[in-house]
C-alpha cells in the first residue's frame, strides 16, 4: 500500500496491455514436409505461407540459417501453436545455440502483417560460414531451384 502511494508499482506491472503472441515463423527443416516437423506437430494447431524480411543461408551443416533485414524476402509458413511452454521447450532445444527466439514481423499472402517468433542466426559470424540463398526458399533451394 505505502509503494503505491509513492508512485511505484509492483514487479511485472505495466501500462501497455501485453498479447501473448502463440505464433512461429519456420523457414526450413520445421517446414511442412521436411524433416523436423514431427518434432512439434502435435502443438501446431494452424500453418500458412508467409513471408519475412531477410536473407537466408544454407549453413555447411545442411540446414538454413536466417538473418533478419531489410534486404531480402524468405519464404516460409506462420504457424499458430498450442502449449507454448512445451513448444518451446523442445524447439529451444532442437534450434541449439546457433540459433535465438526472437519477435519478427511477418507478411501473409493477403497482405496482412503479424509478429511471431522466429529463430534467428545467433550471430551475423556463423551467416558468413554459410551460403546465401538467393530467392530465399529452403524448399526450393532443396529442389535445385536456386
Known amino acids: 500500500m505505502a509503494e503505491e502511494r509513492r ?3 509492483g514487479a511485472g506491472w505495466s501500462t501497455a496491455v501485453q498479447a501473448i503472441v502463440n505464433r512461429l515463423f519456420v523457414y526450413g527443416t520445421l517446414r511442412a514436409g521436411q524433416a523436423a516437423r514431427s518434432l ?6 494452424s500453418a500458412e505461407p508467409a513471408t519475412a524480411r531477410g536473407r537466408m543461408f544454407a549453413l555447411p551443416d545442411g540446414y538454413p540459417g536466417f538473418m533478419p533485414g531489410p534486404d ?8 499458430t501453436l498450442s502449449d507454448l511452454a512445451a513448444a518451446f521447450a523442445l524447439l529451444d532445444a532442437y534450434e ?8 519478427q514481423e511477418v507478411e501473409l499472402g493477403d497482405g496482412r502483417v503479424l509478429w511471431a517468433w522466429c529463430y534467428v542466426l545467433a550471430s551475423p559470424e556463423l551467416a558468413e560460414e554459410g551460403e546465401p540463398i538467393p530467392g530465399g526458399d529452403w524448399d526450393a533451394h532443396l529442389r535445385g531451384g536456386n
Do not use: N, P, S, T
Request: charged letters at 30%; proline letters at 0%.
Open 7 to 9: 508512485g511505484r508499482k
Open 40 to 45: 512439434i506437430a502435435d502443438h501446431v494447431v
Open 72 to 79: 531480402g524476402r524468405v519464404v516460409g509458413e506462420l504457424m
Open 96 to 103: 541449439g545455440e546457433e540459433f535465438q527466439r526472437a519477435l
